[in-house]
């Protein structure tokens, strides 16, 4: 499943619990447990924490991995003739962490048996022992599959059962979007557009130390940042963050960037000629989202949106246009469809679209 896709599902789950706390009775507003499956680096925890931020909600990260059952279930005291058992400080508890929020199981599959069944009652129940989970929390999970190359155990079918499961692919059009969002180097933004089977490239039998993902993609776009003053690690620093291969490819096609047309004439309306070769028109496709998203608020942001889509019907591979107007849709929304010029690009581009629903 894409990443937008299982970030709605998660939005729907926390929206429904919370809705179940303030006295929903329809059974729409009951909330269950959510797991994710994925590979490591496809952005599994990071959705998690997005949902938190958008709805300004509490996140409690516990990785089972590296906890022993006592660190749940808490340490048995006595009290009186009876023996009770303490409340671990790091469950949901609102007056201290609020009265709604996340509660994320991470690396769930790495936890061992004997963990992971200390969790049964607190997924299921949503208690353990005298401790409940406040009604308005949420509880999610993540882990590796099998064949990951990760530490994995077997998740036990009373475990399993408690969840319901969803698996995590990289999509590229998603990840493009979040990119636009958090300021990633349009460059690599392009070189990922020319080049998409690279977003994610994970062959556990090859034992890979480096590798593509949209995390070390992230990675990569810091060591741009980090090392501009220092070019002469700039290769290395990327083949460390994706691998020798992708980094290499990636620093090919930065070196070539020079030939770019000017992004600031074109936003100003100039004629300028697309340019020809195709790695160029990606990064120029990039560059104009990038820009068109930093001065959507600018006085003449209409006037420059209406010049990139009179520049989108100039590319000489229209599907790129078709592209460039996309990932504008989806970082800018209404204000684009509503101009004049979008109507004429749209009409521009018909048979393009028409062709590729056939398809």
Not at 26 to 45: D, E, Q, R, Y
Not at 62 to 86: A, C, H, K, N, Y
Not at 282 to 303: F, K
Request: glycine share 6%; with cysteine; charged share 20%.
């Amino acid at each position: 499943m894409r990443p937008s896709h299982v970030m709605t599902v998660l939005e729907t789950e926390f929206l429904c619990a919370g809705a179940r706390a303030e006295g929903a009775a329809s059974a729409a507003a009951v909330h269950t447990p959510v797991m994710l499956w994925g590979p490591p680096g496809v952005g599994k925890s990071q959705i998690v924490a997005q949902v938190a931020a958008k709805h300004g909600a509490a996140m409690i990260d516990i990785r089972l991995s590296q906890m022993e059952p006592t660190d749940l279930r808490g340490i048995p005291f006595r009290s009186g003739e009876r023996v009770e058992w303490s409340i671990p400080n790091l469950l949901p508890d609102t007056a201290r962490h609020g009265p709604r929020g996340i509660l994320f199981l991470d690396e769930i599959t790495a936890a061992p048996p004997t963990v992971t069944a200390a969790a049964y009652q607190l997924i299921l129940d949503r208690r353990l022992g005298e401790y409940r989970v406040p009604d308005a929390w949420v509880i999610f999970a993540a882990g590796n599959r099998q064949g990951d190359r990760g530490v994995t155990y077997h998740m036990a079918a009373p475990l399993a059962n408690r969840f319901t499961h969803y698996e995590v692919e990289a999509e590229l059009d998603d990840w493009v979007t979040w990119a636009h969002q958090h300021d990633i180097d349009a460059r690599l933004i392009a070189f990922l557009r020319f080049r998409p089977e690279l977003l994610f490239e994970f062959k556990p039998s090859a034992n890979p130390v480096a590798f593509p993902s949209p995390r070390t993609w992230e990675y990569a776009d810091r060591a741009l940042k980090k090392f501009a003053a220092i070019p002469h690690l700039m290769l290395e620093a990327l083949q460390g963050a994706v691998g020798m291969a992708a980094g290499a490819e990636l620093k090919t096609f930065i070196d070539h960037l020079a030939e770019m047309p000017d992004i600031e004439a074109i936003l100003q309306g100039r004629t300028m000629r697309p340019p020809q070769a195709l790695d160029l028109q990606y990064a120029v496709a990039a560059a104009l989202v990038r820009r068109c998203v930093a001065l959507q608020r600018a006085p003449d942001a209409q006037r420059y949106l209406g010049n990139v889509l009179r520049y989108a019907k100039m590319l000489p591979q229209r599907e790129l246009g078709v592209m460039l107007v996309t990932d504008l849709q989806h970082s800018i929304g209404a204000p684009l469809v509503a101009l004049p010029e979008f109507a004429d690009w749209a009409d521009s581009v018909a048979d393009v679209m028409l062709a590729a629903s056939a398809r």
